[in-house]
C-alpha cells in the first residue's frame, strides 16, 4: 500500500510539473496581455524595428506588469523542463528518508523557491528591456535590439561568457544537484523554499546570459525561445554538457563576429 502511495504522490507531482510547463508555455505562446502574439512576432522576425503605437519607454504600470509577467511566465515555461528531474530526484531522496508524507508540500515548496528566483531575474530583465526602450536601443514593437552591431556585442558577451568561472562553477552545480540536495538539506517546507531559491540562483548564475539572447533574436521569438530552452536541458542533463557549453562559447562569439563584420 505504502509503494502505491508513493507511485501516485511521484506521478502527481509529474502532472502538476506538466500542467504547470503546459500553461506557461500556452501564455508564452499567445503573449497574454502584449501587442502582438509569439507567433506574430516569429513571423515578422525579420523586421527589427516598426513604428510602435506609443512612446517608446512610456510604460504604465498596468504595461509593465504584464511584461514582468511576460518574462517570468517564459522562464517558467524554459527552465521546468531542465529543473523537472531535480524535483523529482528531491522528492524520491525525502520518501527514502521517511517523510513521504510530507513530499507533496516540500517538493511544491523547492520548486516555488526555484521559480521565485526567475521572478527576481524577471523584474530585472523587465526593467533593462524598459531602459533599452526608452533609450531607442530596443523596438518597442518587435522587442529586439535594433542595431545589428548590438546584437553582435551581446552574442561575443554571450560566447566569452561560456567559458567563465562563474559559468562552470554554475554549470557544475545544476548537473550535478544530489550533492546540493543531500548536504545542504534544509527542514520542512520554509526550508525546502530556501532550498529551492538557493538551486535558481545558482541556475540563473549559468543561464542569465544565455537569456540575455533574447533581445537579439526577439524576446518573443518561439525560435530563440525553444532553442535557448532546448539548449540549457541538453546542457544540464547530457553527459556531454560541459563540451556542448564550450562549442557554443565558440559559436556564438563567432557569429557575433561574423556579424558585426558584415555591417562594417
Known amino acids: 500500500m505504502t509503494e502505491q502511495v508513493l507511485r501516485r ?16 508555455g500556452l501564455y508564452t ?21 516598426m513604428p510602435g503605437m506609443g512612446i517608446p519607454g512610456a510604460w504604465s504600470l498596468g504595461y509593465a506588469l504584464l511584461v514582468f509577467l511576460m518574462w517570468w511566465v517564459m522562464m517558467v515555461a524554459m527552465m521546468l523542463p531542465s529543473v523537472a528531474p531535480t524535483v523529482l530526484l528531491y522528492s524520491a531522496l525525502l520518501r527514502h528518508s521517511g517523510k513521504a508524507t510530507q513530499v507533496p508540500a516540500i517538493a511544491v515548496a523547492f520548486l516555488s523557491g526555484y521559480l521565485v528566483t526567475w521572478a527576481g531575474f524577471s523584474v530585472i530583465a ?10 531607442g536601443i530596443v523596438s518597442a514593437t ?5 542595431d545589428t552591431v ?23 552545480h545544476c548537473r550535478s544537484p544530489a550533492k546540493f540536495l543531500t548536504e545542504r538539506r534544509r527542514p520542512g517546507v520554509t526550508g525546502a523554499f530556501r532550498m529551492g531559491v538557493e538551486h535558481g ?19 518573443m521569438n518561439l525560435y530563440w525561445i525553444i532553442g535557448l530552452a532546448a539548449f540549457v536541458a541538453l546542457e544540464k542533463l547530457t553527459p556531454w554538457g560541459n563540451v556542448l557549453s ?9 557569429w557575433g563576429a561574423w ?3 558584415a555591417a562594417l
Open 150 to 172: 548590438a546584437g553582435g556585442l551581446v552574442l561575443i558577451a554571450a560566447g566569452v561568457f561560456q567559458f567563465t568561472p562563474l559559468k562552470a562553477a554554475c554549470l557544475e
Open 246 to 254: 564550450k562549442i557554443a562559447g565558440i559559436a556564438l562569439a563567432a
Open 29 to 49: 505562446l499567445f503573449g497574454v496581455g502584449m501587442r502582438m502574439t509569439a507567433l506574430e512576432m516569429t513571423s515578422m522576425r525579420s523586421m527589427r524595428d
Open 201 to 219: 540562483a545558482y541556475c540563473l548564475g549559468c543561464c542569465w546570459f544565455l537569456m540575455a539572447l533574447l533581445f537579439v533574436g526577439g524576446i
Open 142 to 146: 518587435m522587442m529586439t535590439l535594433i
Open 126 to 135: 523587465a526593467t533593462t528591456q524598459w531602459a533599452l526602450e526608452a533609450a
Open 9 to 24: 504522490d511521484r506521478l502527481l507531482l509529474i502532472l502538476l510539473i506538466g500542467l504547470l510547463f503546459l500553461l506557461a
Open 259 to 261: 556579424i558585426i563584420a
